[in-house]
């Protein structure tokens, strides 16, 4: 059974970092695509960005782009979600999701993958 764990999670002031991780097991950790998401109460779930194992290239939106950075470790099933000079806008409920088998390039794709699975997500929290 393919599953995801999220951690890492926390309470932050603004302009601090934070680092989540998002683990797999059930599936070989050397052929997937994981995206990160975040939903923030009273809104849609909305993409962070997403790295794809194929290449190893990854794709962000606009609004983290620069202060967010997600790479993996796949001898650990491991991908890690960096974040940098956090914002109050930034908090949110953090999941990952994950395709697996043959996917297309996180460049290509802007991470519009057909996610499988998902975490159960973690809360990060931004004081201004």
């Known amino acids: 059974e393919v599953q995801l764990e999220e951690s890492g999670g926390g309470f932050v002031q603004a302009g601090g970092s934070l680092r989540l991780s998002c683990t797999g097991s059930?599936?070989?950790?050397?052929?997937?695509?994981i995206g990160w998401f975040r939903q923030a109460p009273g809104k849609k779930r909305v993409g962070v960005g997403c790295i794809s194992s194929k290449d190893g290239h990854t794709y962000y939106a606009d609004s983290v782009k620069g202060r967010f950075t997600i790479s993996s470790d796949n001898a650990k099933n491991t991908v890690y979600l960096q974040m940098n000079n956090l914002k109050p806008d930034d908090a949110a409920v953090y999941y990952c999701?994950?395709?697996?088998?043959?996917?297309?390039?996180?460049?290509?794709?802007?991470?519009?993958?057909?996610?499988?699975?998902w975490g159960q997500g973690t809360q990060v929290s931004v004081s201004s």
């Open positions: 059930g599936f070989t950790f050397d052929n997937y695509a």
């Open positions: 999701g994950v395709t697996v088998g043959l996917h297309l390039s996180a460049t290509t794709t802007a991470c519009t993958y057909p996610y499988e699975v």
